[in-house]
């Protein structure tokens, strides 16, 4: 199993240009999650998906669109980068066991963006 | 809004002492504690975590302690290694869909 794996690991941006950063998980959890990780600010959720078919904004949603393609595939969209969104993107999976709602985050290798 | 402190945010300690970080919490609907262990250009790793219902669990050197009255949770490191050197993250449960509010991180420094 690959658990969590994003693309690309790297990408430089001019402001104003788009890209959307993809994540696909092979443990077939239901709920996904995109997080950006800045220097001295942990880990801060941009958007999450509970199960396929739904999503919901986290802590910094502005400026990002996300897609739930299918259960496996989850991807974030940047529509007019900015330099301000120059960080590492982390996307992460996990599944309800138990009969709890929280569990382990399995994340991706994550994503170095640099907007200039 | 919710929010989680973590403290200190660099630690340094010699190999076979303890390393002790401490988190606060503000929402107390929080019920899922866990800690989470990233190396230099790596990945966030879950190495323990807790539920509010029980008062401290343990894993080897490690060991978390939830006072969930005083809304505070802290990671306890015995017996220190270098491999032990990486930055770790506390996290607090938000709403119901399983989202989580982190800490800032300590990194932390074992001297061989």
């Known amino acids: 199993n690959a658990g969590v794996t994003q693309t690309p690991k790297f990408q430089v941006l001019k402001t104003g240009q788009s890209m959307t950063l993809q994540c696909a998980q092979d443990m077939n959890h239901n709920s996904m999650y995109w997080y950006r990780q800045d220097p001295g600010m942990g880990l801060r959720l941009i958007y999450y998906s509970a199960s396929e078919g739904t999503t919901d904004k986290g802590e910094v949603p502005n400026g990002y669109n996300v897609s739930r393609l299918n259960k496996r595939e989850f991807s974030l969209r940047l529509e007019s980068a900015a330099p301000s969104q120059t960080s590492v993107y982390f996307c992460?999976?996990?599944?309800?066991?138990?009969?709890?709602?929280?569990?382990?985050?399995?994340f991706g290798p994550g994503t170095r963006l640099t907007v200039l | 809004g919710e929010n989680v402190e973590q403290h200190p945010s660099t630690l340094s300690v010699q190999e076979g002492d303890s390393a002790v970080i401490k988190c606060t919490y503000s929402?107390?609907?929080?019920?899922?504690f866990p800690w989470y262990k990233q190396e230099l250009g790596k990945r966030p790793q879950l190495i323990i975590d807790?539920?509010?219902?029980?008062g401290e669990k343990k894993d080897q050197r490690i060991a978390v302690t939830l006072n969930k009255t005083a809304k505070h949770f802290s990671l306890h490191i015995t017996e220190t290694q270098p491999e032990d050197s990486a930055v770790y993250f506390c996290?607090?449960?938000?709403?119901?869909?399983?989202?989580?509010?982190f800490g800032k991180g300590t990194k932390l420094s074992v001297k061989p």
């Open positions: 996290a607090a449960s938000r709403g119901s869909q399983g989202n989580l509010i």
């Open positions: 992460a999976s996990s599944e309800p066991a138990g009969g709890y709602p929280y569990n382990e985050q399995f």
């Open positions: 807790i539920r509010s219902n029980v």
């Open positions: 929402d107390s609907a929080s019920n899922y």
